[in-house]
């Protein structure tokens, strides 16, 4: 009994060609982990980001933050090769409900706004969300 045995490649690959990065910049993913600062605390505690917009961020957070409370918040990307971004805003409590919590840019990240040109990564970020 005669097998016939195809060699078979997958879609878009050749075997003995290395296909070339087209992208010119690297691209950084951003983590859902993020640290929270709070205001003249030393320590750093974490949330797990639950969702966010150009204005703020919804996080789950089991540290205490109550309303009007100001953090800064440290958001941290990855690229492929495992280097690593930070970047850090302002922002208040607005809302709490159990681990949940609501966090406002400030300022948020508009036209002019100086939050806006210190963080390229997380702006880079909203912008294909929005697309």
């Not at 296909?19 to 505690?45: F, I, N, P, Q, W």
């Amino acid at each position: 009994m005669e097998q016939n045995m195809e060699k078979v490649e997958l879609p878009g690959k050749t075997m003995g060609t290395t296909v070339s990065e087209r992208r010119k910049t690297r691209r950084y993913h951003l983590m859902t982990h993020v640290d929270l600062l709070g205001a003249g605390d030393a320590g750093v505690s974490w949330g797990s980001m639950r969702n966010m917009s150009w204005t703020g961020v919804a996080l789950c957070a089991r540290q205490f933050l109550k309303a009007g409370q100001r953090v800064i918040i440290r958001f941290r990307f990855h690229d492929e090769e495992g280097r690593e971004e930070a970047e850090s805003l302002a922002a208040k409590v607005i809302w709490r409900s159990g681990d949940n919590v609501g966090l406002e840019f400030e300022p948020p990240l508009t036209t002019g706004s100086p939050a806006l040109q210190q963080s390229p990564f997380l702006v880079a970020h909203l912008m294909m969300k929005d697309a």
